[in-house]
């Protein structure tokens, strides 16, 4: 038995949160690790114990094996939870700790050496007959012997970062021309992301769906598959939504795909919490893909169905505790669904996003949980991944887990920095993701452009109208009476779009007129600084807002706005839109494509900017010539600053 009583976790945000609940509910003392910008965190504030490991960067706390170890000693931590990210899958971080005589949540150095090279997993499988994607798994320094392979392969092929996971180091190529230059790019991001630029290659299974098996092992040897997830509902080889069990899913499949998972635990020796993940094809053949040596964001929802705790169980088997339960006493019930809410600018091209949370409010009710990592008044910083929080749902099946995370979504409350709430309310109420059959290139390749011809997105008449209140009385708007009636008017601007509006007030009753759209009549029942109870046009609702100096977040459960007062001098429009690039949020300059004097047109690749461990490439939004750079690769810079001029003129031929 490995007896310990604290336990560190080496994480933040909502997996710390999440990890801390059950270890006290166990009776275990538990020490947080921040920061310097985590200081304020909420994992911070719910361990007993709190100690800061180093500057805001990564490489300086989260990153840092020395001060993770130094943190465990200074606090008397006789285990370390890695959670998931950051050093979980670290071999060396494993390593270090059975050195330090300190328990790790996890499983061996070996295993995960093993299993966390997608090569080296590759030849693994093979041994234990797991059927494997056809691929290339050798050399990867040589640009032309990648060209042979993936031209022997056939297009599409899939090139990835052999080290690590999170859907980075992957690029889609499905043209031979094209190889070279995903092939550089999956390469640096690879690097970058992992400290290893090796590669391989993999036939990309069109139309799949990518479902995971969710294995547990116990160091005496006994093995076990907890069902299922879907994760094929995907943006850039990351989750979005996940789901158990999966819609496709029939006994016989599940018991060979789970029996092909626990021949992987066991090709490896396997102990604790791990996902097996596979590639499913249109005939319900499956591939395997890797094995993540952690617990996954998206465990939740196993535990709904299975109705146990995972990280109980990674507990009680780092303490040398056989399973719970054999393979014959795993049940499942109902579904259960999950999404991730990120700080991100969907209309923008899903941009992680930095600011202040100023109104956070979370959905309650039977079925519904939130595993959540803020609090309101905390600054989102651009150091770390931008998912916030997870919310996940349950119901006794499909259409009632559906049903509860729609209202779930509306009933959660994020405002001051964008999300992607309203992109995730679309996506549940799709049809092909109702119907269970999303492929894990439906949304980039289906859902996502059958958005593009859609009309620019502006709010509903009745959030511009419930802003144009808000926002002049905010400046003690006056204006001129006739026959008892107030009316003064009003600019305002949502992103881009500009509008005048007037608003008139007798007595209680608020009347807001604008061009071209009925007239809105409001009255206002109930007021707070987060929450309005209203009446619009004889209908009664409740709407949140969060204010800051001019500018008003209104969230009506179904949209979330930004609006900002305006001046009536400002100009209607810019002649200049687009000629400047500037930085979309802070982060890394990771590479400059362009220099002063090219001639460019709309949709050029300018510059790369890295920003919460994520690569964005910035493009000219229209023709022209670079006329200034202002910035070097490895800036840093803040949102806003200016990165690369362009002199504009008329559309270059290509």
Known sequence: MNDFNTLLI???????????????????????VFSEADREALHVSLADKAICIGASSVDQSYLNI????????????DAIHPGYGFLSESSEFSQRCLQEGIVFIGPTAEAISLMGNKT???????????????????PSEDDQRLQQEADRIGYPVMVKAAAGGGGRGIRLVRQADKLQAEVESARAEALSSFGSAELLLEKCVENARHIEIQVFADKAGNTVYLGERDCSMQRRNQKVIEEAPAPIMTPELREQMGEAAVSAAKAVNYVGAGTVEFLVSQQQDFYFLEMNTRLQVEHPVTEFITGLDLVEWQLRVAAGENLPLQQDQIEYQGHAIEVRLYAEDCDGGFIPQTGTVLEWITPQGPGIRMDEGIVKGQQISPY??????????????????????KRGLKDTVLLGLSSNKTFLLGLVNDPVFAAGEATTRYIEEQYLPSKETDTAYSPQQSLWSVAAILLSRTVGATGWRSTGVLSWPVRLAFQDELRDLVVSQEGEVYRVDSDGFESQEITISNETSSQLSLQINGIRSSISLALQGEQLYLDDRSEVALFEKRSFSEKTSNEELGANLVAPMSGRIADIKVSVGDTVNKGDLLVVLESMKMFQELTAQQAGVVSDIYVSIDKQVEVGVALVDIEQQEELEK
Do not use: F, W
Request: proline residues 3%.
């Open 10 to 32: 080496a994480n933040r945000g909502e997996i710390a949160v999440r990890i801390i609940k059950t270890a006290k509910s166990m009776g275990y003392e538990t020490v947080a």
């Open 66 to 77: 020395d001060h993770i170890i130094n943190a465990a000693k200074q606090t008397g931590a």
């Open 120 to 138: 080296l997993a590759r030849h693994k499988m093979i041994d234990a007959n797991v059927p494997l994607v056809p691929g290339y798994d050798g």
């Open 384 to 405: 770390y991944d931008s998912m916030l929080a997870k919310l996940i749902c349950y119901g006794k099946n499909r259409e009632e887990a559906i049903r509860r995370l």
